[in-house]
């Protein structure tokens, strides 16, 4: 028997167009602060690990082994640091550097250092209290924060010579081999070392996302602004993009120029946007190549270029301070972070959940141990008061017996309350190492958001792992954030 056609007003859109709780968690974009859409006229990317991903293990280590050479050549430090090899898990984002001491550090939202290395040594509890017992002021020259994962390989180099030269015996001066590492990676930029052999063959150092087009071509459908703001040369730029737009039929044969309103390169970020209000004007690149592409120039011309401002535009990047920070602070521009770390850090989450339940499950009976402990110590202390108040002897007796018998029972639970911390303490730190075995999470840090959560969810109004997470979404939608919950709401 044939099914009767359902009428078109009456199908199950639900079915047809799934929840968010069923996208893909890697493929979720997460909100901070709510955002509508249609409010929104331009949206800005920035180049590097945003609309470019780069391949880390070939990046970083190109990174690193450059720096090695150019300290060497440049520096004068000993060619023997060239035995120095890579660990790509050793330095996370978030982290901040004490160049005074040269010790890096893991630090709670609250800005309370939770574990520390000097080069890459853990320091001992002894030695952390060096933080705990002072004020630990971010703003100083003397602490570097780890923003980018271009950062990684400059930091794990600079932690790894501290350690060459002090089993040496030598007396390292932090701060100089900081700044020597730090000029050196920045040499190996402006120089076109790195670049150079990025463009020679950007297949083995960039990832493609063939959705990527798709992605502009609905926001452009939308009717929105479309421009890129990065702190790349012009050159660079193109490289990177005619690789990502390389012709194919997901692109119908269109430059990479096509799909944007504006290109601004040589931005110098983030004084392209500390200069607002003052009208700084661009130098034009080629208009018959690239139509729209300037090299320079500030945000305040930027704006009156697209024809929108402030939260009028969204801008997506991965810098926590020279892309979301100083855009949503100075500009008050709408943010949306990158962080290509998420997949990893949900996949983990995901593998966990088992181990996380258990460890919920010995901490809800920790807590009704220690309310039983409570009890019996307030009726023992009741009972000890009798005792001492000059009773009766059979009195005393009873009370006695029964402070013997609750002192019983109190070691009972106070012995299973130490098995419970046991177990807790062991999935915990397996829970940690399966995450990253120095550092634990990126985005907590034990039952706190660490100091990177913190800014993520500080400085962002969204964030995800790639911009085209945004095609799972309407042109109308409404980003919501989530219920900020007190504790006692919970």
Partial sequence: MRRKKQPVDQVDLAALFPAESRIPRVDRVYVNRNLRLPSIGAIGFDLDHTLAHYDPMQVEELAFRTTQKKLVEHKGYPAAIASIRYDPEFVIRGLVIDKTHGNILKMNY???VTRAFHGRRELGRSLLKLYRTEQVSLSSDRFVSVDTLFHLPEVYLYLSIIDFLEERGETPDFEKIYADVREMIDQAHADGSLKSRIREKPSR????????????????????????????EHYYTDVLLSYLFRRKRTTRGRHWTDYFDLVVCDACKP??????????????????RHPGAFSGGNV????????????QII??????????????????????????????ELKVTQTLEPKVRIIGGYSEERERLDIERAAIERERAALAGKVDAGTTKRTKNLCGARIAFLDKELRKRTDAVA????????????????????????FREGNET?????????FACLYTSKVTNFLHYPSDHYFRSPLDLMAHEL
């Fill in 205 to 232: 150092y960039i990832r493609t996302d063939p959705t990527l087009p798709a992605l502009l071509d609905q926001f452009r459908a939308w009717g929105k602004k479309l421009f890129v703001l990065t702190n790349s």
């Fill in 315 to 344: 801008y997506f990047g991965d810098h926590t301070y020279g892309d979301i920070l100083m855009a949503k602070k100075i500009s008050g521009w709408r943010t949306a972070m990158v962080v290509e770390e998420l997949n990893h």
């Fill in 450 to 458: 660490s100091r990177f959560g913190h800014q993520v969810k500080d």
């Fill in 300 to 311: 305040t011309y930027l704006e009156e270029r697209l024809g929108f401002s402030g939260d």
């Fill in 419 to 442: 098995e419970l911390d046991r177990k807790i303490g062991k999935l915990w730190w397996e829970c940690q190492r399966t995450h990253n075995r120095i550092w634990g999470p990126l």
């Fill in 110 to 112: 609250h800005n309370y």
């Fill in 271 to 288: 004084g392209f946007f500390e200069s607002h209000g003052e009208r700084i004007v661009p130098k034009k690149l080629d208009e018959s």
